[in-house]
């Protein structure tokens, strides 16, 4: 039989286990108060971040149709003025494994209907040369602001008939003098070199390029 002092002693030791055990109870239900507040803040967050994300697709989504009805735009009236056609120019989008794609496209009249085709199968070479100059063109619209300096073209009618290459010259004139750019033209073409302020000619004797003659003519394409 235990004696009053063990009694009292071991209810002491009692009072301390229990009093031990009550501060650890408060703990670990902070801890999981804590817990259950970082989760639901975690939930929130990742809510907002939902939203955010949802927010910058769309506005990405939008920026980028904007960014191609200007395009197609621009090099629906380049085709247009120069092959004086009802020609349109559109650009379809798709998306795979995370990257956009685009396909360039123009339209053709099939028994009243108009249907659209990849342009190196149903126009030619002259049109996908008329479409690489106007896509030039409508990145220099877009990004004048950023972009200095001269439009440079290697061959640009390599594969346009004669029949436009007029219509091209007069499109070039204008958005020298529209947008203040020099162009620099690399052509075999006689028309579109007399359009030039300044034209060289280049002969290649024994390896080397030489200049053979220069003309300054009278234009008003810089």
């Avoid at 794609?101 to 126009?123: G, H, Q």
Wanted: charged share 30%; proline share 1%; net charge negative.
């Amino acid at each position: 039989m235990m004696t009053k002092e063990e009694l009292e002693n071991n209810f002491k030791n009692f009072q301390r286990y229990y009093l031990r055990k009550k501060l650890e109870k408060e703990y670990f239900e902070n801890e999981l108060k804590n817990l259950k507040n970082t989760y639901e803040e975690s939930e929130i967050n990742q809510l907002r971040m939902e939203k955010i994300l949802e927010l910058f697709h769309s506005i990405s989504t939008f920026s980028r149709e904007q960014s191609k009805i200007q395009i197609e735009n621009i090099v629906t009236s380049c085709l247009k003025m120069i092959f004086e056609e009802d020609i349109d120019f559109k650009i379809e989008l798709t998306e795979q494994r995370g990257r956009m794609n685009a396909d360039f496209l123009v339209s053709d009249w099939i028994y009243d209907k108009k249907y659209y085709y990849k342009p190196e199968l149903s126009r030619g070479g002259g049109v996908v040369d008329i479409i690489s100059i106007a896509l030039r063109i409508a990145f220099l619209l877009k990004y004048a602001h950023e972009k200095k300096g001269p439009i440079i073209l290697d061959e640009p009618a390599k594969h346009l008939s004669e029949e436009y290459i007029f219509n091209l010259s007069e499109f070039l004139k204008q958005i020298s003098k529209e947008f203040n750019r020099q162009i620099i033209l690399v052509t075999h073409n006689q028309h579109l070199s007399s359009i030039g302020n300044y034209t060289y000619r280049i002969e290649k004797h024994n390896g080397k390029s030489i200049v053979a003659n220069f003309n300054q003519l009278d234009s008003t394409l810089d």
